[in-house]
DNA sequence: CTGTTAGCGCCTTCAT
DNA sequence: ATGAAGGCGCTAACAG
């Protein structure tokens, strides 16, 4: 293996020039500059990171710490993270893909351990209380995406409007001129602390109370995400003897939950009943689902562009960034009949 | 920052008697690693993986390059892949996307650079001739997950029998008594060197020729991968004067181009067409699409279990696995009308 | 069994 | 502007 000690032989200068070249430092002329970039090419060298980590005492690795990194959405804002680093960074990533209360407590641990990374970006993974303390004391740049807590306003984050978006996909409705307006949703503390559903839910009561219309309590159904779950709320929901005319969707997952027991129940979309999904996952668009679109991959993107800047100035003060959201229309909204 | 001297002075030892304990070494009495070991609990002591790769010559970490890992049917094999090395492994995993040619390159270049990674597993990515020659001088130790090439059989393979999986599609229409069969699938030769497509058109092949049913080339039509190509491909062959009563789709998406020109043409699913998809995502559980399943997340899994018994035992002769694949019926097929 | 020593490859003063 | 030397934290070979 060639090392900067061949080259600095072969070009006659000594070691510390060729780290200068390497590093480019001003401090070296331009003569012997180019006939050491002349060996390094020639001797097809490459510099070893480890021994450079080792050196300069930092580990140029960050970490991402995510939840269910297959479903589409996370995996789209973690396809943002990933481009930032692949375009031009000496940076690697490790990804800690968090399926299980136990994996979250070794990526947790495992990450924040001195000497692991350099600095670590939370996607989609709110922060619970006993972990607060954890992420103050690691004393690491940190960039929360999409993982907010109260108590944590000291770090960067990127967060989307989960409140603004439930609130235009229920507007949406109301527009409409629907009065009975459904909500299905996630079970608010399921361990992983999602709020997202949560968030969504406010946006819905907060266009209610905007609009007049009280909250109905039967209107409201909540269960683990997911498609089947969500049809089994929905059934329920719309055999109620005063059923919704239309219901928003904490997701496009569950939404299409929804629509299948709509159509279990004989009942039409959109003539008989509306239906508001959120992601604009790939199969929204397949199904004509509207729904609320958010900036996935640029969540992403902007979340690593801060922690990359917050490890080129550390002393950066926390920037707290709020993504929109889009309201995307296609077939499953009409007026109500 | 405590370090392996500080453990040392504080438990009265040599620094190369803490290095054998964190070692495991057996050169080392009982009652000493005791103490060594509370010292480090003591001190909450981690060693720095930084110097302890330099020093041991190795960089403990493991390259993954694959395509568009958002693509359900990747990140899926990908999760596989993570799940193994997250269970207990000292190695760290860089992820090289690639979606571009240009970054296909990058990845090839950066990861076989010396002193990068240790080994590197190359996912649904099948190798172009021209890269056959840098996999080799890498001198690597590499695994292909669904990424092969018929000159590089030294490596590890993991493959999913794409062959037999079209055959299985194929046979299953054939039996429900269906006698023009279609095939919708990739463009063969599109620079990423996809072959999944033609192994399963292969499969396609075989399974007309074993129930001698000569192969119209009419029924067969390739485009890019996608569901509005496969579409119009899907309704041109529709159109014909003597149409397909069933069409075999290389993709779930590519399926689902068909079923909506079926729809478009106002053909019934499946009384006047049946459809097969492959892959099963989950749309294809959505939709009641009659797909054939491959192990995705077992391939990622049994690729990494290769690798690491590689960097185990580098002497270790190529092994190539061939995963099954199982057919999925759901609501798309029935007899011919 | 255990302490000491010499690197691993690079960066960074400190002189010159 | 450049060369020499020390050190980053750890491992492994060598003496004892």
Redesign the interface.
Known sequence: ?VTIRDVAKKAGVGLGTVSRVLNNSTQVSEATRQRVLGVIRELNY?R????R??SIGK?L?VAVILPF??R?GF??R??GV??VL?QQSQY??????IETPE?RH?GFQDIL????VDGALILSLPILDKEVSTLINANLPIVLIDSGHPALSMFHQVDVDDVAGGQLATEHLLTLGHRRVGFVGDIIDNGFNFISSRDRFFGYRKALEKAGIPFRPEYYAEDEHG?LEARALAKTMLSLPERPTAVFAASDTQA?GVL?AAHALGLRVPEDLSIVGYDDV??AD??GLTTVRQLLFESGQQGMELLLAMLDEPQMGPVHEMLPTELVVRNTTAPPP
């Open positions: 293996m490459t070893n990171p480890i021994a980590r080792l580990t690795t990194f297959t589409p995996s789209e973690l396809n990933v481009s692949s690697d990533l490790v990804i800690h893909n994996q070794i351990r001195r000497q692991r498609r299409i299948e790939e199969v397949i199904l």
